[in-house]
Nanobody
Framework: QVQLVESGGGLVQAGGSLRLSCAASGRTFSSNHMGWFRQAPGKEREFVAA????????YYTDSVKGRFTISRDNAKNTVTLQMNSLKPEDTANYHC?????????????????WGQGTQVAVSA
């Protein structure tokens, strides 16, 4: 089992940066592919980025490509989302999530463990 706790959210002006972190407990962290999702008020939770268990591959939704970077440190049981050039439409509650099995999925239903989320607000 994996427990996830996010941090690093906050209020930032458009064009600014934030660095989100997700701390994982449990010795199986390195066996999990990790993802970041976000949910804005009144909207469904959506995929943002994912990283393979060995950091060998990453994947991003089109709207954040070139602006966000996902990384992980298996020795420290952490996954990070560096967000640059933030836009008001990036405002949401950001969740990290973990899954095992085949590498890539952007589906909420295919992630087994979730954190409570950290709020990101981007002002115009």
């Amino acid at each position: 089992q994996v427990q996830l706790v996010e941090s690093g959210g906050g209020l930032v002006q458009a064009g600014g940066s934030l660095r989100l972190s997700c701390a994982a407990s449990g010795r199986t962290f390195s066996s999990n592919h990790m993802g970041w999702f976000r949910q804005a008020p009144g909207k469904e939770r959506e995929f943002v980025a994912a990283i393979k268990l060995d950091s060998g591959s990453t994947y991003y939704t089109d709207s954040v490509k070139g602006r966000f970077t996902i990384s992980r440190d298996n020795a420290k049981n952490t996954v990070t989302l560096q967000m640059n050039s933030l836009k008001p439409e990036d405002t949401a509650n950001y969740h990290c999530a973990a899954r095992t099995g085949y590498w890539f999925s952007s589906k909420v239903s295919e992630y087994d463990y979730w954190g409570q989320g950290t709020q990101v607000a981007v002002s115009a």
